[in-house]
């Protein structure tokens, strides 16, 4: 049982440089995350989703996009990459009261 | 919107010792899960004890437990006979309806652990 897993788990981007942090998990689970962390600071939402086709915006979306055609995947895209997308990128998702989170990928911008 | 806030960004405490983390949060919601998560080192995010708001018992894992006041909305976590691989940041969460359920996370509390 995976569980969910990111990739990549490190990666390096220019400035305007696009990518997708892929999400993928084996629960079975409707609800979905992306959360950001910035040092010295807890987890921002930055989108999430409900079920397959339903995503919406959390607190911290601009610059980002998500797209939900699965239940097991929640790819992240950044479009023209901005040095204050500097961060460790989480996704999670959910069953009733728990949520599992990956391993991270830890995202610099330069 | 929901409201998290742990206002000791760094603790220590010996080895064998007992240590509180505070965390308070602010809703409107009756119903409602909060949680301590765990994140080491290695970054990697650890449930380490979650309770139901309905619930008026508080939660109990091992070495660590809740002291749950609703009407305070309190919720600070009791780490009994602390060990050294307790120590990392620990975080005090909420679940949003608002958000999709998603968990809403206070800036986390470093724990030092000292022999």
């Given at each position: 049982?995976?569980?969910?897993?990111?990739?990549?788990?490190?990666?390096?981007?220019?400035?305007?440089?696009?990518?997708?942090?892929?999400?993928?998990?084996?629960?079975?689970?409707?609800?979905?995350?992306?959360?950001?962390?910035?040092?010295?600071?807890?987890?921002?939402?930055?989108?999430?989703?409900?079920?397959?086709?339903?995503?919406?915006?959390?607190?911290?979306?601009?610059?980002?996009?998500?797209?939900?055609?699965?239940?097991?995947?929640?790819?992240?895209?950044?479009?023209?990459?901005?040095?204050?997308?500097?961060?460790?990128?989480?996704?999670?998702?959910?069953?009733?009261g728990h949520a599992f989170f990956g391993q991270g990928t830890r995202l610099t911008v330069v | 919107a929901q409201t998290v806030t742990q206002s000791q960004p760094e603790m220590s405490v010996?080895?064998?010792?007992?240590?509180?983390?505070?965390?308070?949060?602010?809703?409107s919601e009756s119903d409602y899960y909060l949680f301590w998560y765990k994140q080491p080192p290695s970054r990697q995010m650890i449930l380490v004890i979650r309770q139901e708001a309905y619930k008026q018992q508080n939660a109990t894992e091992n070495?660590?437990?809740?002291?749950?006041?609703?009407?305070a909305k309190s919720f600070s976590l009791k780490i009994s006979?602390?060990?050294?691989?307790?120590?990392?940041?620990?975080f005090c969460a909420y679940i949003s309806v608002d958000s999709g359920y998603a968990l809403n996370f206070g800036k986390g509390t470093s724990l030092l652990v000292t022999p």
């Open positions: 049982n995976a569980g969910v897993t990111q990739t990549p788990k490190f990666r390096i981007l220019k400035i305007g440089q696009s990518m997708t942090l892929q999400c993928t998990q084996d629960m079975n689970h409707n609800y979905m995350y992306w959360y950001r962390q910035d040092p010295g600071m807890g987890l921002k939402l930055i989108y999430y989703s409900v079920g397959a086709g339903i995503t919406d915006k959390g607190e911290v979306p601009n610059g980002y996009n998500v797209s939900r055609s699965t239940t097991e995947d929640f790819p992240l895209r950044l479009e023209l990459a901005a040095p204050s997308q500097t961060s460790v990128y989480f996704c999670a998702s959910r069953d009733r | 010996q080895e064998a010792e007992t240590v509180t983390l505070s965390c308070t949060y602010d809703t070495r660590f437990s809740v002291n749950f006041q609703k009407a006979d602390s060990q050294l691989g307790d120590a990392a940041m620990y």
